[in-house]
């Protein structure tokens, strides 16, 4: 497949910051570098790729409630080197709502609760520019 990564590395690391027991400010970064297999598209030579996020997020957990709200604010950024360099930014804002179940505050959530914590690529594993229109 034009554009799937062939191998690569990432480091990925969060920081959380409890303002109190049931709001929590927490900043994620992620840095991944790769090469993309080329599929006889560009001759058999390798294309580089990386690509950068950050994720800020305050989140406050309602008193007496399971629910919480979240404000999110995110900045990616992936580059292709290929026979041009292609690069590509994208900048988010969300607001979500969450659910809890079992525990009574966002720290206990932290320390006690199950997650499941993915690691986030946004557009590197589509890339950018002239591989993505060979994908598409």
Not at 17 to 37: A, C, K, P, R
Not at 74 to 80: A, F, K, P, Y
Request: with cysteine; net charge negative.
């Amino acid at each position: 497949c034009p554009g799937a990564f062939e191998n690569g590395t990432y480091v990925r690391g969060e920081v959380r910051y409890f303002l109190h027991d049931n709001t929590v400010l927490s900043l994620e970064t992620t840095q991944m570098w790769g090469n993309l297999i080329d599929d006889g598209f560009f001759g058999g030579k390798s294309l580089n790729a990386s690509f950068s996020k950050w994720i800020l997020e305050a989140e406050h957990r309602f008193e007496s409630s399971p629910f919480s709200a979240a404000l999110t604010v995110s900045h990616e950024r992936t580059q292709v080197d290929a026979v041009f360099s292609e690069t590509a930014d994208t900048n988010a804002a969300f607001f979500t709502l969450k659910y809890y179940y079992g525990e009574p505050t966002l720290r206990s959530n932290d320390k006690n609760g199950a997650e499941l914590d993915t690691p986030q690529f946004g557009n590197a594993l589509e890339s950018v520019g002239i591989l993505a229109e060979a994908v598409d």
